[in-house]
């Protein structure tokens, strides 16, 4: 049997979850990891989140936040429409843009926009938001079947791998092919707990993982930073109190707020 492969949602600077991750990765004998974008936003000191993918072997791509940065952009291209939304959307792309070091900038730059690998003899194809926009919201209630089933057949795989809403789901598709969101590693999935989570994939399929990691000294650091107080509270209570316009009505009924 093949090993798993790890895949990592939006890190969004929370660096102590990615180490968690990282180390449940390998305590799961996970072959190779993968991190499918969003290195920054969210959370402090974004640069503590490159030397831990680097040294751990994990293979990135690009996300939305990743290309704005590398490229000198002025917003995040995260694909709100909301005031209420982008207000927060631009001090979080603010923070991180002077956070990030020169040289990261330039690393996110070169970054790869997919990623691409096989296992069961099944191709998979990692992409942030979806394989036709890099800030596609693709979520669980709203997205119907026959689109996912087309993005298999118009992009050549089996399996296709996302994150970007950070609210992790699955699809059984046609054929035996498969749709997956991922999840975030940066914030709680408006569930109420403080875990985040991320997917562990094998020739069987899927399993979604729940992580805890010490969320409290994440919100110290976010506080010290002078980072936003809804920032800390989400983290603190694993409801979402920002981003809430774009959810549809299904997903938000689910949250506190």
Request: proline share 6%.
């Amino acid at each position: 049997m093949e090993r798993p492969v790890a895949l990592f949602g939006g890190i969004y600077s929370n660096h102590l979850a990615l180490r968690a991750a990282i180390e449940d990765a390998q305590r799961r004998r996970c072959e190779r990891m993968f991190c499918l974008g969003d290195l920054g936003a969210f959370g402090p000191t974004p640069d503590k989140v490159f030397p831990l993918l680097i040294d751990a072997g994990v293979g990135v791509m690009r996300g939305n936040y990743d290309d704005s940065i590398g490229n000198d952009l002025a917003d995040c291209q995260c694909g709100y429409t909301d005031p209420a939304d982008n207000f927060y959307a631009r001090l979080s792309y603010q923070y991180t843009y002077r956070k990030t070091n020169p040289r990261w900038r330039a690393w996110l730059a070169d970054l790869p926009r997919e990623i691409r690998f096989k296992i069961g003899g099944r191709r998979v194809l990692c992409c942030h938001g979806s394989p036709r926009k890099m800030n596609e919201f693709l979520w669980e209630s709203a997205t119907p079947t026959h689109l996912l089933e087309k993005f298999c057949d118009d992009f050549l795989a089996d399996v296709i791998v996302a994150t970007h809403t950070g609210l992790p789901w699955t699809r059984e598709l046609s054929g035996g092919r498969m749709f997956i969101n991922c999840g975030v590693l940066g914030r709680p999935a408006n569930d109420g707990t403080t875990d985040v989570g991320y997917v562990v994939m094998d020739e069987r399929g899927p399993e979604y993982v729940r992580l805890s990691y010490d969320h409290e000294r994440l919100a110290a650091e976010m506080e010290q930073e002078e980072l936003p107080a809804p920032f800390v509270e989400t983290i603190r209570t694993g409801w979402w109190t920002t981003c809430l316009e774009i959810l549809p009505a299904k997903e938000r009924a689910r949250g506190k707020f």
